[in-house]
């Protein structure tokens, strides 16, 4: 079984030569000793490898004697409301989210959908299953299949409570959004123009990953044809969104965060990661709520959010969470909020964001480097003038620019994020930084 598989925040490999049945099976075994539960939940995405996995998992889970409530083909927003509404004491979802076909792999929850980190749940979970001694159960677990889309598309609406009369076109990949989008969106208001809506784990028209601009192609063609008020697009497991302008323009993700910092409060807490503008912000805080900036990471952001009481944070990469979805996730609730933005305001979305494009970024930029850590010192001392944060990696900020740079959980890899007041100053910074990680 090979380690590099149990990631920071979930398991995910190639299947067939990193992940197969007899490791999901090991999984399944080692998720039951290392939960102690009786019933968890688990639900699977459109890829052609997760039926067989999903069925060598639930084999293991049910040999150590857990009962599985089995919910099928789901996104995994549906998969957390699943957790929370059914009442299970934890679950498995098989996914590889945004990765390419060739990929898939298993998210897992604690009871209320709390997500398992590297540190508490995953690493034990790998050392169990690569121990595979597990203590025979004396009962063996049951599989109960359950139908929840229903009851999720009713829980969607009552959160929303309007839902507005656009037109938007909305490519969901190929991926589990495929799924829930109609079903929430029959016989409402809103007109969706639905593209890429087969479920198949093949990904026959674009990668599903929103973050990657060459994925919009499609998209942005059809919102122009369609004269739409702007387009979205989601990922694989659909607990991602990104969003285009009713001109074709790309809105980048922590500007969304801004946009719709101004739909809560006053005096809610907004949670945003620190890649993110200035403006996220200073958005938060015209709107008389209290900004929370939080470290990268799913896991992180949700449990700050419960901490703290947040109700939504935005996070760079495209997930957007909510305390109303269980501080979890909702590609589906941001695609709402942001209609219904756009509704009030009565200005289209490009006219929305302009005065939020008011500083210049580098977009985040990945080096290669073997000794991570030294190089992140070396960084520190050379800008120890500058205001210095240690929350994830190193954080510099200055009157007129800052800069974040931290270590890829997974790969040899330093993450750099850099914003600046001027373009020319953002380009100089980038290449300066970049220059003292390289050599």
Same mark, same amino acid.
């Not at 995910?12 to 490791?23: A, K, N, Q, W």
């Given at each position: ?34 939960l102690k539960k009786k019933i968890v939940v688990v639900g699977m995405d ?221 005096? $809610?807490?907004? !949670? ?8 996220? +912000?200073?958005?938060? %805080? #015209?709107? /008389?709520? &209290? ?90 001392k050379i800008y120890k003038d500058g205001k210095i944060m240690k929350l ?18 997974? $790969?040899?890899? !330093? ?8 373009? +020319?100053?953002?380009? %100089? #910074?980038? /290449?300066? &930084? ?6």
């Open positions: 079984m090979k380690k590099e598989i149990f990631k920071a925040y979930d398991i995910r490999g190639l299947y067939g030569s990193e992940l197969d049945e007899d490791t999901a099976y090991k999984i399944g075994k080692a998720f039951a000793e290392f459109m890829r052609t490898s997760s039926i067989p996995l999903k069925k060598s998992l639930i084999k293991g889970l049910n040999e150590q004697g857990l009962d599985v409530l089995d919910i099928g083909l789901c996104s995994t927003p549906l998969f957390y409301f699943a957790v929370n509404f059914l009442k299970a004491e934890g679950g498995i979802m098989v996914t590889a989210s945004h990765n390419p076909a060739e990929y898939n792999g298993f998210k897992c929850v604690k009871e209320k959908a709390i997500p398992l980190t590297f540190d508490e749940g995953i690493s034990q979970i790998r050392d169990l299953a690569e121990k595979n001694k597990f203590k025979k159960s004396k009962i063996k677990g049951k599989v109960v299949k359950k139908e929840i889309l229903h009851e999720y598309c009713n829980f969607i609406l009552s959160i929303v409570k309007h839902i507005p009369k656009l037109k938007v076109v909305a490519d969901t990949s190929n991926g589990m959004e495929g799924l829930t989008l109609p079903a929430v969106f029959q016989n409402l208001d809103m007109e969706i123009i639905h593209i890429n809506k087969e479920l198949d784990g093949t990904f026959p028209n674009h990668e599903a990953n929103p973050l990657k601009h060459e994925n919009y192609f499609e998209l942005i063609n059809e919102v122009k044809q369609w004269k739409a008020d702007f387009g979205c697009m989601f990922d694989g497991d659909a607990d991602r969104i990104g969003f285009c302008d009713e001109k074709g323009n790309v809105v980048a993700c922590d500007i969304i965060t801004a946009l719709l910092a101004k739909t809560f409060g006053p005096k $809610e807490k907004i !949670l945003y990661d620190l890649r993110s503008s200035w403006a996220v +912000k200073e958005e938060i %805080e #015209k709107a /008389k709520n &209290i900004p929370i900036i939080s470290r990268v990471g799913h896991s992180f952001i949700k449990s700050t959010m419960k901490k703290e009481n947040v109700v939504f944070g935005g996070e760079l990469s495209g997930h957007y969470y909510y305390r109303d979805h269980f501080f979890t996730e909702s590609g589906l609730l941001t695609l709402i909020k942001v209609a219904q933005i756009v509704e009030k305001e009565k200005k289209p979305l490009s006219k929305l964001v302009a005065p939020l494009l008011r500083y210049y970024q580098s977009t985040e930029i990945n080096s290669k480097v073997k000794e991570k850590e030294a190089k992140m010192k070396e960084l520190e994830d990696g190193i954080s510099v900020e200055y009157k007129d620019w800052w800069f974040n740079v931290r270590a890829s959980n997974t $790969e040899p890899l !330093l993450r750099l994020n850099l914003e600046a007041k001027s373009k +020319k100053l953002m380009e %100089e #910074k980038t /290449k300066e &930084i970049l220059k003292i990680i390289k050599k």
